[in-house]
């Protein structure tokens, strides 16, 4: 148990959908990034949001959308679903930042999306 | 960039050795490992910021080259619950959230 809880854990659209994907934490953090992970790969960062606003984005389309709402759980959205979103998607928290402020993760045990 | 693991992948009879390697074409601020379970998520082994240091957990510790830009990590003596998938995750700091980039995996398979 890693306290960031992710739903649905397994899910499948067809290609041109749309898909929601969840996000919380027991801890309530206000930082929260999500990772693309394909498969035999490592992840992907996709972006992160700081107290509701983006605040860092990876090279992925502006379909990949996120939210971060005021009691800091997150989603994900993917429009326009293709082929290649198949993946594990992640979601990560801050640990407990070193003073040093280096960014040590807790993931969520993903969200794997398949796309026919 | 992606920074580059080797090897691939790796086999191990319990309380062999191995280490495992991440190099980065950029100057970085600090280097994570991970390590992957199948169907798991990744779980933080240690981090390990520039000025070369090296950190240690039981038998499994990690070295930083700041000048080359490279990390390893070293497995001694080990034992089943090590296998899995090791990721080194790179950060450089920028103005819009740091962020880790993730090597492609080292899969390491411990057997009896």
């Known amino acids: 148990e890693t306290g960031v809880t992710q739903s649905p854990t397994h899910l499948i659209k067809t290609r041109g959908q749309q898909v929601t994907l969840r996000c919380s934490s027991q801890?309530?953090?206000?930082?929260v990034s999500w990772y693309q992970q394909a498969l035999g790969q490592g992840p992907q960062f996709i972006f992160q949001?700081?107290?509701?606003?983006?605040?860092g984005r990876g090279n992925f389309p502006p379909r990949f959308s996120g939210l971060q709402f005021p009691n800091y759980s997150s989603e994900l959205n993917v429009n326009a679903l293709e082929l290649d979103d198949s993946a594990l998607y992640l979601c990560?928290?801050?640990?407990?930042?070193?003073?040093?402020?280096?960014?040590?993760?807790?993931f969520g045990a993903g969200s794997r999306l398949t796309v026919l | 960039q992606q920074p580059v693991q080797s090897p691939q992948a790796v086999i191990l009879r319990e309380g062999e050795d191995a280490v495992i390697n991440c190099s980065s074409s950029?100057?970085?601020?600090?280097v994570h490992w991970y390590r992957q379970k199948h169907g798991e998520a990744p779980v933080f082994l240690m981090i390990?910021?520039?000025?070369?240091e090296q950190k240690g957990h039981e038998k499994i510790s990690a070295s930083f080259n700041e000048k080359k830009q490279q990390s390893s990590l070293y497995l001694t003596a080990s034992q089943l619950s090590y296998s899995g998938t090791y990721f080194c995750?790179?950060?450089?700091?920028?103005?819009?959230?740091?962020?880790?980039?993730f090597g492609t995996g080292t899969q390491l398979k411990v057997e009896l």
């Open positions: 990560a928290i801050p640990r407990g930042t070193p003073s040093s402020g280096a960014n040590v993760l807790t």
């Open positions: 801890s309530g953090h206000n930082t």
């Open positions: 949001y700081y107290r509701e606003e983006e605040n």
């Open positions: 950029k100057a970085l601020y600090s």
């Open positions: 390990l910021l520039k000025g070369g």
């Open positions: 995750g790179t950060e450089i700091l920028t103005g819009g959230g740091n962020k880790l980039t």
